[in-house]
């Protein structure tokens, strides 16, 4: 069940969900407005031939920090990570959906591709996996809107929340957009 505009601030006060900064009227009929933050992982495409999932993909991505009044662009066919500005928090009995916003999609933005799941008992920036399906390219600003949260209550409580040790969870608490960490799937422990 998704959770209400009244529902998810009742849901705030009890402790089960946070978001922070909440900044005012993010909270809409359903879902929370999330922010741009300035940080973003471009592919230095000339460095590799492929991409190999079994290496850790660090030297393959290059940080970028926009400043505070700057923006960045996005070119056709693109793709680069990203991430919200608010950090969401939910306790072990909700789920979040991340959806970007109706008005970037028919810019042809696509701001998360697969990644939009937030796991019960998981606190962290929500990464945003950009794609320009334009012909055109686009602009984007820190701070602006970027996409939404909605939230489910869970049938029960889950056992383990998204960080404990025992899931082996890979992006639990981050405040940056992290490149992917599959490579981790491989490792024998």
């Known amino acids: 069940m998704i959770l ?3 529902d998810i601030k ?5 402790g089960h969900i946070d978001v922070k900064p909440l900044l005012p009227n993010s909270i809409q009929p ?5 922010h741009l ?7 230095k495409n000339g460095k590799h031939t492929f991409i190999d999932v ?4 660090d030297d ?4 970028v920090d926009v400043k505070k009044d700057g923006y960045i662009v996005i070119h056709p066919n693109e793709f680069i990570l990203g991430n919200t500005l608010e950090t969401v928090s939910v306790d072990k009995t909700i789920a979040g959906r991340l959806e970007g916003k109706s008005s970037l999609a028919r810019l042809g933005l696509l701001v998360h591709v697969t990644g939009g799941y937030l796991d019960p008992g998981n606190s962290t920036t929500l990464t945003l996996e950009f794609h320009n399906v334009n012909n055109l390219p686009i602009k ?4 602006m809107k970027i996409a939404q949260m909605s939230f489910m209550t869970m049938s029960s409580e889950c056992e383990r929340g998204y ?3 025992k899931l082996g969870s890979k992006y639990y608490g981050k405040n940056k957009p992290v490149a992917s960490q599959i490579y981790k799937d491989f490792i024998k422990k």
């Open 30 to 34: 359903a879902s929370v407005d999330l």
């Open 60 to 63: 393959l991505m290059e940080m």
């Open 4 to 6: 209400s505009d009244r």
């Open 10 to 14: 009742k849901s705030m006060r009890d």
């Open 140 to 143: 984007l600003y820190p701070g």
């Open 163 to 165: 960080g404990d040790k």
């Open 37 to 43: 933050d300035s940080k973003f992982l471009f592919f």
């Open 54 to 57: 079994k290496e850790p993909l």
